[in-house]
């Protein structure tokens, strides 16, 4: 942390407790934050934050989208897909888009006028990226892009969506390549937005392509068949994210239990006063700490180019399955008021379950790590 990123972690903190934390429940009905909410982050400056100004955005680093990030998950919210847009979506376009692509695509990106997806899961492949079914077919100046995907974030309402498509059948990974799709071209349609058991006002959607024609000229990259390489280089970014999310997590449990079990009493006492609870937040406090330490280190470490994928998957699959431990031991400590919806100990349990599983599982994680062993 420096001066600019406390300055900039006050500005976010006001308009994550103004715009984020009052409309939970109601997005969480409607399935998806409001529209706008993507434009007025674009006004105050928090869309592609750590993309370069003459692009449109921010001109920062990693580090204030980690802030972002935590101050979001401080304010409560798992409802604004952000940080795929941010750190995930506009880097693709910066690290792989031609300069045509890159000052079409991402002002849009940055003003909030486009919301971005990434478009990999499909209903019968998941981690196995290279087995994915969707096509895009070479015709003349465009290609034709058929398929479907699911479990996506953003996906009601992507403007901009990269497509991890087969461009050549018979290549196996060699065959992938990264598309780029406009959704309002004829052929696009989405399905349902997913009812989740968490994260609920998070617009997780399916999509369908059938024969989308998109120009030529909106491959990623200087060929076909990048697609896989490209993916695999710029996970570890998202990996990344998910350990901030887990912590910033972590530490909000711990700091609504404290809370609570200080105010709460039980057999004349608060119920803190108790040894288990005393000893249990202790461990959960610790394991915080370590966690958070290691993030940090990791963050340095992408900050100066040098993070490696086994440690981003040591951060990941651990950091996700403590803070599910540390935030299942504090729902304890709520008793019966740890399983009512409107507490948030509730919605912290609920929505980090799905760390485990989404950037690629856990067991995918300890299985990059065994390969380097």
């Given at each position: 942390m420096d001066t600019d990123l406390d300055d900039f972690r006050a500005m976010a903190r006001t308009f994550c407790e103004?715009?984020?934390a009052p409309h939970q429940e109601r997005w969480a009905a409607q399935k998806q934050v409001d529209r706008d909410l993507w434009t007025r982050a674009g006004e105050v400056g928090l869309l592609c934050l750590s993309i370069p100004e003459e692009?449109?955005?921010?001109?920062g680093t990693f580090a204030h989208e980690a802030v972002l990030l935590e101050e979001q998950t401080a304010a409560g919210d798992s409802c604004w897909g952000v940080a795929l847009h941010n750190a995930i979506v506009a880097h693709y376009v910066l690290a792989y888009g031609t300069e045509s692509q890159k000052r079409s695509?991402?002002?849009k990106l940055a003003t909030g006028e486009w919301v971005g997806a990434i478009a990999?899961?499909?209903p019968g492949t998941g981690s196995d990226l290279q087995n994915i079914t969707t096509r895009a077919r070479?015709?003349?100046?465009?290609?034709v892009v058929s398929g479907s995907k699911t479990f996506i974030t953003n996906g009601a309402q992507a403007d901009f969506v990269l497509v991890a498509a087969k461009t050549d059948p018979d290549a196996g990974a060699q065959g992938v390549s990264l598309v780029a799709v406009e959704t309002a071209r004829t052929g696009f349609s989405r399905g349902r937005v997913l009812e989740k058991?968490?994260?609920?006002?998070?617009?997780?959607?399916?999509?369908n392509f059938a024969d989308v024609l998109v120009p030529a000229g909106n491959l990623l990259g200087e060929a076909e068949g990048q697609g896989f390489v490209q993916l695999m280089q710029q996970l570890p970014q998202e990996r990344l994210l998910i350990g901030i999310t887990s912590v910033a997590v972590m530490e909000r449990a711990l700091a609504e239990t404290l809370a609570y079990t200080k105010e709460r009493t039980a057999f004349g006492r608060a119920v803190f006063n108790f040894q288990n609870t005393r000893f249990t937040l202790a461990e959960a406090a610790t394991e915080a700490r370590i966690c958070r330490v290691f993030l940090d280190d990791c963050i340095l470490k992408h900050l100066d180019g040098q993070l490696d994928i086994?440690?981003?998957?040591?951060?990941?699959?651990?950091?996700?399955d403590r803070a599910m431990h540390v935030v299942d031991q504090c729902v304890q400590l709520f008793g019966g008021y740890g399983y009512m919806a409107e507490y948030p100990?509730?919605?912290l349990w609920t929505d980090q379950r799905v760390q485990r599983i989404y950037g690629g599982t856990n067991e995918i994680m300890k299985e990059i790590i065994s390969r380097t062993l």
């Open positions: 103004k715009e984020l692009y449109g955005g921010g001109g695509w991402l002002p990999m899961t499909e070479r015709d003349g100046e465009d290609y058991v968490g994260m609920k006002g998070q617009d997780t959607a399916e999509l086994p440690t981003v998957a040591m951060l990941k699959w651990w950091t996700s100990i509730a919605r």
